[in-house]
């Protein structure tokens, strides 16, 4: 059983983030902020430098330019074969339904038991995100149509929950039915909620004409940064500590972060996922 580092990856798998300009020659021209992709996971299993374990080299969200030699850590295991599984070939949520790809389902079910967690890239809605996820619950569900460019995010899945319940997602976008995916997360305890003028054009645009003559606001610009932090607690009650911080919005949350629920009925889900089926 493995646990390997997601930040030794995010950072041996890219050329440039690197203190005194210094370049990683067996990463792929990209840096930290780019995000994951399956070439570079499959890239960071063969260049190497990994499978490092997460005890070696732990997370802790960093995207700052780092010393080069920082890279060196005992390799935990050789990887020696991955399983790519089939794309889903439905691009309009109209089409899909689970009923179409419970054999895909089964097939992933199986090789979580037999090997462990399978690396997926997903569309959480990008800056929509924010409507599909339910903070204190820690889950999503996303039912845009999928196009290669809104998978923006990489899990693990880890595990399944046939029962999880349709209620504990977001109560303006619930799937149809029960069951969830069980996937560990990266995001860590801190959130980004959202930029504080896009968050206030949007409660403004929510407020009626009563609401709006009570506070004395005539457009988004009237509300005060402690007005939008007393509306977050009220719509985010999961999180703790909401602040302001250069025009961005953050709110903290506790551990269990680090692990999220995704509807079984999130099409983007299919996409694009591998597993390790051998390492030693």
């Known amino acids: 059983e493995y646990d390997f580092s997601e930040e030794h990856m ?55 330019n780092i010393d080069i030699s920082k890279l060196n850590q005992p390799i935990a295991a050789t ?13 309009s949520t109209s089409e899909f ?8 389902i089964m097939e992933m079910k199986t090789y979580i038991k037999n090997y462990g967690g399978i690396t997926t890239i997903f569309s959480t809605g990008g800056e929509n995100k924010k409507k599909y996820i339910n903070w204190t619950n820690n889950s999503l569900y996303n039912p845009e149509d999928i196009s290669d ?73 009237d509300i005060t940064d402690e007005m939008l932090i007393y509306v977050l607690k009220e719509l985010f009650t999961g999180f703790t500590n909401i602040r302001i911080v250069n025009g961005v919005a953050y709110g903290d949350r ?8 995704i509807s079984y009925e999130t099409p983007s889900i299919y996409v694009s996922n591998m597993g390790v089926t051998k390492a030693e």
């Open 149 to 221: 460019s809104s998978l923006d995010h990489a899990v693990c899945i880890i595990g399944w929950d046939d029962n999880y319940s349709k209620d504990n997602f977001n109560t303006n976008y619930k799937p149809k039915n029960n069951g969830a995916w069980i996937v560990k997360n990266s995001w860590g305890n801190t959130v980004d909620i959202g930029n504080t003028t896009t968050l206030k054009e949007g409660i403004f645009e929510q407020l009626d004409e009563n609401m709006r003559k009570q506070y004395n606001l005539n457009s988004s610009n």
């Open 254 to 261: 506790d551990t269990k972060s680090s692990y999220m629920y």
């Open 10 to 64: 995010a950072y041996s798998t890219q050329d440039s983030s690197f203190k005194e300009g210094k370049i990683n020659k067996k990463g792929l021209h990209k840096n930290v902020n780019d995000g994951a992709s399956l070439i570079a996971i499959q890239e960071y299993f063969t260049n190497g430098m990994g499978a490092v374990s997460e005890d070696d080299y732990p997370f802790d969200n960093s995207t700052v």
């Open 79 to 91: 990887v020696l074969d991955t399983f790519t599984f089939p794309q889903l070939s439905i691009k």
């Open 97 to 104: 339904s689970t009923d179409k790809i419970s054999d895909l």
